[in-house]
């Protein structure tokens, strides 16, 4: 009897501990893929920056359509608002590159606010009409406001700061990799603790039942607009990191085909698992640079084809291969 008891104990405490031990684990595989990037193509450090930025973006989704169900097209909205806004403010005298992850950071949560506020007064398909039409209007303003965005042409030229005053932004791209890369390792921790806490958890619950959550007296619209202004901050992140990595914002930034993107790349990867808003980003871009440089007129086709693929063979996305192998071994 003794003995069971025993046994019991310590299956619970390896099941408490796990979660710990398996998230220490992946920060750790995120590290190493940063350095063997860093080390293995030092002269694509501009795309892999690039990929960090679209990471943040992939990651603000997956807090929207994987844990609170909300449908949504439109998250390049505040990716373009995080983008635009760090770049007005360095044509302005701002070039602190810290202070404008900020800034893009702010514009990126008040966007999501906005966008929050709107969205969530509708359900189903006609949150994802509001989410396009969200997108179109914020790319529409941002042509039109020319003489603060630059239109067509974009906002380009822009004088970025050494970091910290020592490490300056180079044509190489080494300082705005490592610094996109700690960039990415800061937020991810802390959507980790959000995702697991008490917060993290009412968003799963009204993402499968919200009548019921609001039988247990939840307010669910206060809750969802948190997290789309949490969702805001990191999509608006990334927008700044791609500006201060790139020098030049456009509207691409702010584009449609940037959320549809952002989105497949979050379905290829796993919802409602941030590491899978990872692995989908790191494998739809790979891929799509690999395959397009090869074959520039048919790339497209490979690209879908991996996509069906991928979604016959995984339609939990490929997190879920990694969880099953992981499952099957344990």
Avoid at 223 to 232: A, R
Avoid at 249 to 264: I, K, M, Q, R, T
């Amino acid at each position: 009897m003794q003995t069971l008891v025993q046994t019991g104990a310590v299956t619970k405490v390896h099941s408490v501990r796990r979660p710990w031990l398996r998230d220490v684990i992946g920060i750790l595989a995120i590290v190493i893929a940063g350095a063997v990037g860093y080390w293995l193509f030092p002269d694509n450090l501009a795309l892999l920056t690039r990929i960090i930025a679209v990471a943040l973006l992939v990651l603000s989704i997956d807090l929207i359509v994987g844990y609170c169900g909300v449908a949504t097209l439109g998250q390049a909205a505040l990716f373009g608002a995080g983008a635009y806004a760090a770049g007005i403010a360095c044509v302005n005298g701002v070039t602190e590159p810290m202070t404008l992850i900020a800034i893009g950071g702010t514009a990126g949560a008040v966007a999501g606010l906005l966008m929050g506020t709107i969205m969530l007064r509708a359900h189903g398909l006609a949150q994802l009409v509001l989410s396009i039409a969200i997108v179109q209007l914020f790319h529409e303003a941002a042509n039109k406001a020319s003489s603060i965005t630059g239109g067509s042409d974009g906002l380009a030229g822009l004088m970025i700061s050494p970091l910290f005053g020592i490490f300056e932004f180079d044509l190489w791209g080494k300082t705005a990799y490592l610094m996109g890369l700690a960039l990415l390792l800061l937020v991810f921790i802390a959507l980790k603790f959000v995702v697991s806490s008490p917060f993290g958890m009412l968003c799963r619950g009204i993402k499968q039942d919200p009548l019921r959550i609001r039988a247990m007296g939840a307010f669910v619209f206060p809750v969802l607009l948190k997290m789309f202004v949490i969702s805001g901050a990191v999509a608006g992140m990334g927008g700044a990191l791609a500006a201060i990595s790139t020098q030049v914002v456009g509207l691409d930034s702010v584009s449609f085909e940037l959320s549809a993107n952002a989105l497949v790349m979050l379905v290829l990867g796993g919802l409602g698992t941030l590491y899978g808003a990872l692995i989908g980003t790191v494998i739809f871009m790979g891929f799509e640079h690999v395959v397009s440089s090869i074959n520039p007129f048919h790339w497209m086709t490979m690209v879908g084809a991996l996509l069906i693929a991928v979604v016959l063979a995984a339609p939990g996305g490929l997190s879920s291969l990694v969880e099953k192998v992981r499952g099957e071994k344990a």
